[in-house]
């Protein structure tokens, strides 16, 4: 039996494999995270080792503290994190103020949780406190439509929200709330982190201008399925653009949006119809 048998390290692992698989994820591009349950954190404990230092994140998630991550490795490829967990990925601990971490397992050689750490601890705390405990995943990713769409989209939630709604007719169900947007900011620290935490009170989901994007959930199958959903809708909003030089002779309309939204019971997010 090693950590690598629990079955939430295999999950997780599969996770990061499948957006490699999706072209998301160049050399050290993108991020995951993953708020262990109690008793998955039971079934690691017998594999951790003597934690290490505990380091300050610049940001405090108070409802976080105590609790235990999965998280990529920083420098680290999610190519190489099914042949290599130990030193692509690792296991830590929050302090009992919530603005630390150290590790218990994994990211072994020296490695540190990822560069977007403090992104994900933030926006993990906010979307703890709007789901009522429910959120569990934080996945950035660097999905090559949705990047395209900062370019030739206003960088408003209402923009995206609809070009990617109106893009394919799954959309307003998976996502009824839109999709947030983060202007082009340095990415990595404490700044961008607070910025993506505020558009995450409102959204699962938020658009990084010209970098990528930002998912969050209950499980990893909901959050694959956001990203995946999205990048496709951006991909068929490219496709349009780009093979009718925007000459667009129909799409879903609001009522249209309307009736979906009714069909399936979700609640769509109205300060986005016009
Ligand atoms: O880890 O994706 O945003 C590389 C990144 C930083
Ligand atoms: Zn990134």
């Not at 995206?160 to 169900?173: I, K």
């Not at 990893?220 to 990048?231: R, V």
Request: include cysteine.
């Amino acid at each position: 039996m090693s950590i690598l048998d629990v079955k939430v390290i295999g999950d997780y692992i599969r996770m990061c494999n499948d957006g490699w698989l999706q072209g998301w994820h160049e050399r050290n591009g993108g991020n995951l995270t993953y708020r262990m349950k109690a008793e998955e954190v039971a079934e690691c404990r017998p594999f951790f080792r003597e934690p290490g230092p505990w380091v300050n994140m610049g940001v405090t998630g108070a409802n976080l503290a105590g609790e235990y991550f999965l998280t990529t490795g920083s420098g680290k490829f999610f190519r190489n994190v099914i042949l290599d967990p130990a030193h692509s990925i690792g296991i830590v601990e929050i302090n009992d103020k919530g603005d630390s971490w150290r590790i218990v397992w994994g990211l072994e050689g020296g490695a540190r949780p990822t560069s977007e750490f403090p992104s994900h601890f933030m926006n993990h705390s906010v979307r703890v406190a709007a789901t009522d405990g429910a959120c569990r995943v934080i996945y950035h990713a660097h999905p090559a439509n949705i990047i395209a769409m900062t370019y030739t989209l206003p960088l408003t939630a209402k923009a995206f929200s609809r070009a990617l709604w109106q893009s394919a007719t799954e959309c307003p169900v998976v996502f009824p709330g839109g999709v947030g947007v983060v202007e082009w900011m340095v990415p990595g620290g404490a700044d961008i982190a607070l910025a993506t935490s505020e558009v995450m009170k409102q959204f699962d989901a938020a658009v990084w201008a010209h970098h990528g994007l930002f998912c969050s959930g209950p499980d990893f199958d909901i959050t694959f399925g956001l990203m995946h959903t999205i990048e496709k809708a951006a991909e068929i909003y490219n496709l349009v653009m780009s093979s009718s030089g925007g000459r667009v002779l129909q799409t879903i309309s609001d009522a249209n949006l309307l009736a979906i939204a009714e069909e399936f019971g979700v609640e769509l997010n109205k300060d986005f119809l016009d």
